[in-house]
């Protein structure tokens, strides 16, 4: 079965570029989508299309894929996007998630 | 704005049937092109695709769970629903329901969420 590998955590300081990556088999022939999860609450779309960002998501919020490695780029990171981060891809039909990375602004 | 809510039991016992439903608002369930699905996130851990299904009855699940999930639409109640039988403590999650999107042949995502509902399997 296909596996998204992302690191557990990244810690960034305000202002900094958050830099979280997605690892699996030639992910770069498939769409990447990422999703921002905060305590208590539901996931939300954040990039999808490996590129493109949902209406009133911030443009601090980028993405790419290529290769093996999908990112997810926040530059300028507020404490706001302190959260948890899951990427998602689709192979065979079936969805498959990473297994999420905290990100800590501090 | 699209709206999605999940109800049913917030219990069960181990070895009976988990059932949930989730009524969609702002839009209609047999939209062509969207899909249906259910994630689950046990406390503490990361979310776990369960399945999707389409208005016209097309069905796609995680093979992991694939022998106890049976998922259905209902066009009249603008509502989809997921069953899980023969549950254990491991099925303890918050179960989500979403609206899915396919992206051209290699893509998929879900735009839209439900707020969650917590399922815990004790006696």
């Known amino acids: 079965s296909y596996e998204l590998t992302q690191p557990p955590s990244v810690s960034v300081s305000p202002g900094q570029t958050a830099s979280i990556t997605c690892s699996g088999d030639?992910?770069?022939?498939?769409?990447a989508c990422w999703y921002q999860q905060k305590p208590g609450q539901s996931p939300v779309l954040v990039i999808h299309?490996?590129?493109k960002r949902p209406s009133g998501i911030p443009e601090r919020f980028s993405g790419s894929n290529s290769g093996n490695t999908a990112t997810l780029t926040i530059s300028g990171t507020q404490a706001m996007d302190e959260a948890d981060y899951y990427c998602?891809?689709?192979?065979?039909?079936?969805?498959?998630f990473g297994g999420g990375t905290k990100l800590t602004v501090l | 704005q699209l709206q999605l809510q999940e109800s049913g039991p917030g219990l069960v016992k181990p070895s009976e049937t988990l059932s949930l439903t989730c009524t969609v608002s702002?839009?209609?369930?047999?939209?062509?092109?969207?899909?249906w699905g259910w994630i689950r996130q046990p406390p503490g851990m990361g979310l776990e695709w369960i399945g999707n299904?389409?208005?016209?009855?097309?069905?796609h699940y995680n093979p992991s769970l694939k022998s106890r999930v049976t998922t259905s639409v209902d066009t009249s109640k603008n509502q989809f629903s997921l069953k899980l039988s023969s549950v254990t403590a491991s099925d303890t999650a918050v179960y989500y329901c979403?609206?899915?999107?396919?992206?051209?042949?290699?893509?998929?995502?879900?735009?839209?969420w439900g707020q969650g509902t917590l399922v815990t399997v004790s006696s």
């Open positions: 702002g839009g209609s369930i047999g939209s062509s092109g969207y899909y």
């Open positions: 299904i389409y208005y016209g009855g097309g069905t």
């Open positions: 979403a609206r899915g999107l396919v992206a051209g042949n290699t893509g998929y995502y879900f735009d839209y």
């Open positions: 998602q891809a689709w192979d065979s039909s079936t969805v498959v």
């Open positions: 299309q490996d590129t």
């Open positions: 030639k992910l770069g022939n498939k769409y």
